[in-house]
């Protein structure tokens, strides 16, 4: 019997690990139906387990977040195999026939939702965001939708930047003929919308559908939300089109509310996203507060007239 220990390094976050899903089902095809195990592993199975290679042949870890690099290097001097960008060890990647693979949900228990990334890379490179560095500066198809989607009711895309590929139309069309309810992860980019994308992302079914505005100085972004508003039917206060909005980064507190405040009045509902929230002002997390809480954010019409100890 082999047996694999795969540690799920990013505990703080609410998505599963790709890279481990995609391991799991790799290694699982490597061997006959019971000649292995492959067990999810929390950071501190390894760290607190008293010699853990004594229990399983190899063990991998993958990181997402740099926050979580001190683990994920402490999980490597323990002589776990870990990548991932979060490492900031950027060669240490998944071979072909790794990449390519269907992932196992079945190691996170998940039965309904399919994730994946049908593009890579982005046009971008903003200077807060390693995608540019990682995964290239140009957005190029990596896969179809059923290399991750087998017929669950719920597709994640990761995509950095799908509508930046010149293949995004025929992509944008598997999710609508999918009827599966999809999820873009990642704020679309406003800037490369035309009629005949809104006209895709309208035949598809979305719980939520976000962009984001990032820097208060690019007067693109509003003309091209501007355009998407007169193209597509969203209602006054809809939280079905979500715009995520970069503070703490190069933004004064009245260029956030300047965002804020126009998001609003166009129909969109703005989600602000803190740089470096553990050094953020105060003011900058009380922002945070107020526009996320949906209930209060609607109910209070100045950021001047919000009162934290209500939310």
């Known amino acids: 019997m082999h047996n694999f220990g795969l540690v799920h390094i990013d ?12 391991l799991s089902a790799w290694i699982k095809s490597k061997f006959q139906p019971g000649a292995c ?38 999980l490597s001097e323990k002589g776990v195999t870990v990548g991932g960008s979060g490492t900031g060890k950027h060669e240490i990647t998944l071979r072909p026939d790794q990449e390519h693979i269907m992932p196992d949900y079945s190691l996170y228990g998940i039965r309904d939702t399919a994730y994946g990334f049908l593009t890579r890379g982005c046009p971008r ?17 990596v896969a179809d939708l059923s290399e991750f989607w087998e017929g669950q009711k719920e597709i994640q895309v990761m995509d950095p930047n799908i509508l930046a590929c010149g293949q995004h139309m025929e992509l944008l069309e598997q ?17 490369k919308l035309t009629r005949q994308n809104i006209e895709a992302l309208g035949r598809i079914r979305m719980k939520l559908l976000h962009f984001a505005w990032d820097n208060p100085k690019d007067k693109t972004v509003p003309a091209a939300l501007q355009f998407f508003a007169e193209h597509y039917d969203i209602k006054p206060k809809s939280r079905k089109v979500g715009v995520y909005v970069l503070t703490n980064y190069w933004s004064t507190l009245e260029e956030d509310l300047h965002r804020v405040y126009w998001l609003r009045d166009m129909g969109f509902a703005p989600y602000v996203m803190i740089y470096d929230k553990p050094n ?32």
Not at 39 to 55: A, E, I, Q, R, T
Not at 175 to 191: I, P, T
């Open 11 to 22: 505990t703080n976050s609410k998505y599963p690990n790709l890279v481990l899903m995609k």
């Open 37 to 74: 195990t492959v067990d999810l592993l929390k950071p501190s199975d390894v760290l607190n387990g008293y010699n853990m290679f004594k229990k399983y042949d190899v063990l991998y870890g993958a990181c997402v977040f740099s926050e979580n690099r001190p683990v994920a290097d402490a």
């Open 125 to 141: 490179h903003c200077p807060f965001c390693i995608v540019g560095d990682k995964e290239g500066t140009k957005s190029v198809k």
């Open 175 to 191: 999710l609508a003929g999918s009827k599966a309810q999809v999820e873009f992860n990642q704020g679309l980019d406003a800037r």
């Open 280 to 311: 953020a002002p105060r003011e900058v997390r009380l922002l945070q507060r107020w526009v996320n809480n949906r209930l209060v954010f609607y109910s209070t019409e100045k950021f001047e007239e919000f009162d934290p100890r209500k939310a």
